[in-house]
């Protein structure tokens, strides 16, 4: 299959009612293994870069590793998406790439570090939108700030110093016509999210819930989200590593999340403990080894069994085959000719 729209896949998922899962990657064994979960689960999947992992991997390697895995996998709708965008410019060249999808961070300035204020954040995504939208491609926007730091990119903190305020959300997804809207709940970026398994105080549930009740066509996004479980913490720690205690999203607020709007997940730190977990183990159990692949196979291995097991909890394991790709060329006329929606339905409050 061609690289799908991400505003098709989430239009689909919301039909649906379930969430989509979207993986960060860096390298080939981590497309493998996503696509090897897909394929296993059945499952629509968005693969995304940070600009980090642009950066690593170099642009066109990692561009024709996705275009390697569309190939592959015929019958898996995959949306290509830039995560947190800094800048216009990043955002072109990821869309000038052929990038289905973008993310325009315009929560934080140009440095991926200092907050920028709303006006600030609605020109730059807006000027994305207009850009994006001309070429089929879908745009994240995100209004409130993330706590934490992932890749360079984040303003650091424990994510409630900018919980997103309903009524600016309601007001930037109007001004900007974004396809899909990251919020700021509490949730932070990397392993340290929550200092013990969080409860209202800290992962703001009920503001996700009022978001969605004021913006009720809108995708909302959860950044953040991993779930840091125990086990792959302890695979870590049991084989020489040195993680402090933990806490990250629970599975079952994501999925009170999905029931209220979310149709975006973004996850990437639980395959990190993953694979590292892997390679760890085979290293301190076989110090003998020195055949790169005897222990990337293993860390593939435990990538694919951890993002099998989040497409079924977010529910988009069985719906690859649910509809047929929509051309990027035709996701752009319906943009242009407004059958495509890009103003939200806005509830009264
Ligand atoms: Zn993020």
Known sequence: MPLVSMRQLLDEA????????AFNVNDMEQIQAIMGAAKETNSPVVIQASRGARAFAQDRYLFHLILAAAELNPEIPIAMHQDHGNSFETCKSAIELGYTSVMMDGSLKEDGKTPATFEENVAVTKKVVDFAHERGVTVEGEI???GGVEDGHGAGGTGLEHITDPDQAVEF?????????????????????FTKKPD?????MDVLIAIHKRLPNTHLVMHGSSSVPKDLQDVINEYGGKLKETWGVPVEEIQLGIRNGVRKINVDTDNRLAMTGAIRKVLWTQPEKFDPRDYMKPAREAMQKVVALRMKQFGQAGHAGDYKPIAITEIAKGYKDGSLVTKPLVAAR
């Open 14 to 21: 919301a039909k649906g009612g379930y969430g989509v899962g």
């Open 144 to 146: 409130g700030v993330l």
């Open 173 to 193: 997804a109007e001004l900007t016509g974004v396809d899909a809207l990251a919020i700021a709940i509490g949730t932070s970026h990397g392993a340290y999210k």
């Open 200 to 204: 209202g105080s800290v992962l703001k």
